[in-house]
């Protein structure tokens, strides 16, 4: 496969022709709105037609043509200065159609950039993965080819950079400019471009680091914008987004002409194996490290062989020991048992070789983690578990997400419970009780039905596994959708019963995640008349060991 040629494009006043009126249309409309283009959709019916699409149209925000798609739209549609023709065509609807394949054809002829969903070979370009920061802006793609994996592999590369870069990427390129104006000015450098202007520049040539001697008048004149190069060069990312108007200032007043680098050595790990068979099951909390147990972090550095859930986050795995053997569990829709019996299979074998074996769960082992039955099955076999607690998501991702889940007056009690029963059915859902509050997890996959049964309107009343007739639950009990609790891309949707089940197909799926239900999701925090909104991120618990005045390690302040 050749790689495609890769572009940040401007689109601003383009004629965007979308087809089709599904969710996907909506949010091709709303790319193109958010890049400066004009959104024209295309489609006959309007029975189907998705919520927020329609909303754009009736705000004016998106152009509506109803009608069958013609080939002279391409060449009609859009701006004058291009004879009308439009700038790009999205095709929404399925790619297995003729007119999918036509409208392809037509557009290739014209030269006119054509994407249609779920159909590489149809498309002449796809869309990135994108994150933006100002003039920062990452793009992700897997050429189509990738399942959704753009999106996560943007998510892990966008949390690995420093909060606010992109106004210090301003701050730079404020200096970097002032610095190349200064000198050419004072040094007559004339028309001379500075090395690296573009973003797809070349790597650092070979004499980046040359030592530049006053004889050499050329590199002389150059030298305060190649201490430039060098600074975005070196210094770590967490300094350059830290950097102020004051530092610029500073920094042109009183340069260095090198700069140094500091080297980080990496010790190996050692594995010890201990004489003696040791199972341990612990729970990793609700996905940032720093809210692992002593005990677990231990557990992780000295086990022989760990076996995971395949939702335990990638930087608790990062703080297992290179040579550490890992085992992630196989599980998906309709092959949990499986998994389940083939991963304690394996730890009952590393057992009998005289390892130990750690048990690594997501939050917390007895919470609807099956802790209690991998307890009983080990010790069945002879090897009785050591258990370790883990913080559990389920009173931890509403702390994060400033839902307190009691609170005076309004709630007085927490219920949490599953949204899958044995075998994957249905539970029954819990009576309403106005002063309560309702954890639910493991539900967000069969949201729609949950909400349906608890407002008292389910279909499904045949597939529950006890019968109810309790009231139903008004549609205005507040609710939160709290996703990837504790990690870099934690994600809140506030809203009420009514709109969630809108607002989870909107917005996406972002496991694992949980529902919160009750008037606690409003006591910090209310929906401000909307029918919902989201919040982004998590501030990380980097620093909170950090006296006033004084440096602390974090184990003298444990060991106080």
């Known amino acids: ?73 391409l060449q009609t549609l859009g701006r004058e200065e291009v004879d009308r023709i439009v700038d790009a065509v999205f095709i929404t609807n399925s790619a297995k159609s003729t007119l999918s394949s036509q409208i392809s054809a037509l557009c290739r002829r014209l030269r006119v950039p054509v994407n249609v969903v779920d159909s590489p070979n149809l498309s002449s370009f796809t869309l990135l993965s994108t994150h933006s920061d100002g003039p920062l802006q990452i793009g992700i793609t897997t050429s189509g080819r990738g399942c959704k994996l753009a999106s996560r592999i943007r998510r892990e590369i966008v949390s690995t950079l420093p909060a606010n870069f992109g106004p210090a990427i301003d701050r730079l390129g404020t200096m970097r400019r002032r610095v190349w104006e200064e000198d050419r000015k004072a040094q007559d450098l004339g028309d001379l471009v500075a090395d690296g202007s573009d973003d797809d520049a070349p790597a650092q040539k070979a004499t980046f ?46 340069y260095k002409a090198h700069a140094g680098l500091d080297s980080l050595a990496n010790g190996d790990e050692t594995i010890s194996i201990p004489s003696k068979p040791k ?26 062989v760990i076996l995971a859930d395949k939702l335990v986050p990638a930087p608790v795995l990062d703080l297992i020991p290179r040579r550490t053997p890992v085992h992630i569990a196989r599980k998906f829709p309709g092959n949990a048992d499986a998994a389940q019996k083939e991963l304690l299979e394996m730890g009952l074998e590393a057992l009998k070789q005289g390892m130990t074996v750690l048990r690594l769960k997501q939050g917390d082992p007895y919470v609807y983690g099956r802790g209690g039955e991998e307890y009983a099955f080990f010790k069945d076999h002879g090897y009785e578990p050591i258990v370790l607690p883990g913080i559990t998501s389920a009173l931890s991702a509403p702390l994060f997400a400033a839902i307190p889940p009691t609170h005076r007056s309004v709630s007085d009690q927490v219920l949490i419970c599953t949204g899958t029963g044995r075998k994957g059915a249905a539970p029954a859902p819990p009576s309403y009780i106005k002063t309560q509050t309702v954890i639910f997890l493991m539900a967000l996959h069969r949201l729609a039905s949950l909400v349906e049964s608890l407002a008292g309107n389910s279909k499904l009343s045949s597939s529950l596994e006890t019968e109810f007739s309790d009231p139903p639950w008004p549609l205005t009990t507040p ?38 239900m009750g008037y606690a999701c409003e006591v910090l925090k209310d929906t401000k008349g909307q029918k919902w909104f989201v919040e982004e991120g998590f501030a990380p618990l980097d620093g909170i060991f950090e006296m006033p005045g004084k440096s602390i390690s974090k184990g003298q302040l444990m060991s106080k």
């Open 279 to 304: 199972v341990i099951l612990a729970g990793s909390g609700p996905g940032s490290p720093q809210l692992l147990t002593i005990a677990t972090r231990d557990a992780i550095s000295s086990a022989s």
């Open 209 to 254: 680091n040359q030592l530049v001697k006053e004889s050499d008048h050329n590199a002389a004149k150059t030298r305060r914008i190649r201490w430039m190069s060098q600074i975005c060069e070196y210094w770590p990312l967490k300094k350059l987004a830290s950097i102020t108007d004051q530092d610029i200032e500073f920094l042109l007043q009183s």
């Open 1 to 73: 496969m050749v790689a495609p040629l890769l572009t940040a494009h401007d689109a601003t006043d383009h004629v965007h022709l979308i087809i089709g009126s599904n969710s996907l249309a909506n949010a091709r409309c709303s790319k193109s709105l958010e890049v400066g283009a004009k959104a024209v959709v295309l489609t006959r019916d309007d029975g189907m037609m998705h919520y927020s699409l329609s909303q754009k149209i009736e705000d004016g925000k998106v152009r509506w043509m109803k009608k069958d798609f013609h080939e002279d739209d």
């Open 479 to 516: 609710c939160a959708v709290l996703e990837r609790a504790s990690c870099p891309d934690q994600r809140v949707i506030r809203t009420t019963l009514e709109h969630v089940v809108q607002a989870v197909e909107d917005e996406g799926s972002r496991p694992p995640g949980l529902l919160v």
